[in-house]
């Protein structure tokens, strides 16, 4: 079935470093792919997404390629800030009416 | 921001007596979602709805149910709460499954004791 992997947390990085959060997926077909984000005591937000393969993602100076040959979504920003600190869910929906989730990434960027 | 509320947003109850979370949007969204967030599991879904009175499993649906009588309102039971539902529950609108995003509401903590 379908299946979202992506890497353990937590990531602990300083301001104005650069962050790769790697997404892995398993489906058939040409999935649709999101990164979500989720603050403290929030629901989640939809951060990015790509719908078809060799697209580009991007908001709020993140990006992420969908990378089909490599089956890959990985989450990029080049410099991080104090108020990026958060939980990254890495997410497909494919033909069906199901998502699928990424345990989630904790992020902190300490200053 | 998307039109979803979710109600109670906390709820202490006692482990045997029945739960009914409410999610109500105002989108016309056709699709919605019951998910639990619990540390090291992300997210899980419970049920979810394809239209009025159209519902169907997800992956953790033993000891809930749901409902859906109108688009805009979908209510998630806990029949007979037990300690292991004690979790964070969140609902989600997506207007075309396959394709779009979800949106989510604000989320339910709920405490069995």
């Known amino acids: 079935g379908d299946s979202v992997t992506q890497m353990e947390g937590p990531v602990t990085l300083s301001e104005e470093a650069f962050l790769t959060i790697n997404c892995t997926y398993t489906?058939?077909?040409?999935?649709?792919l999101f990164w979500y984000v989720q603050y403290p005591g929030e629901g989640l937000q939809l951060l990015l997404k790509a719908t078809k393969a060799d697209d580009k993602g991007s908001n709020k100076g993140f990006e992420a390629t969908y990378r089909k040959e490599t089956t890959s979504f990985h989450l990029e920003k080049g410099s991080v800030q104090v108020s990026d600190s958060a939980v990254y869910f890495c997410a497909l929906t494919n033909t069906g009416n199901q998502f699928y989730f990424g345990t989630g990434t904790s992020l902190t960027v300490i200053p | 921001d998307a039109g979803i509320t979710q109600s109670p947003r906390h709820k202490v109850t006692e482990t045997g007596t029945p739960v009914t979370l409410r999610c109500h949007q105002t989108?016309?969204?056709?699709?919605m979602y019951w998910y639990r967030q619990d540390p090291g599991h992300g997210l899980r879904l419970i049920h979810y709805?394809?239209?009025?009175?159209?519902?169907d499993k997800g992956e953790v649906s033993d000891g809930y149910s749901v409902s859906r009588s109108k688009t805009e309102d979908f209510l998630l039971t806990l029949e007979s709460a037990t300690s292991s539902q004690t979790s964070v529950y969140f609902c989600?609108?997506?207007?075309?499954?396959?394709?779009?995003?979800?949106?989510f509401g604000p989320g339910t903590r709920l405490t069995v004791t």
């Open positions: 489906a058939t077909g040409y999935p649709s």
């Open positions: 709805s394809y239209g009025v009175k159209d519902t």
């Open positions: 989600a609108i997506s207007r075309l499954a396959g394709v779009d995003e979800q949106y």
């Open positions: 989108e016309n969204h056709r699709y």
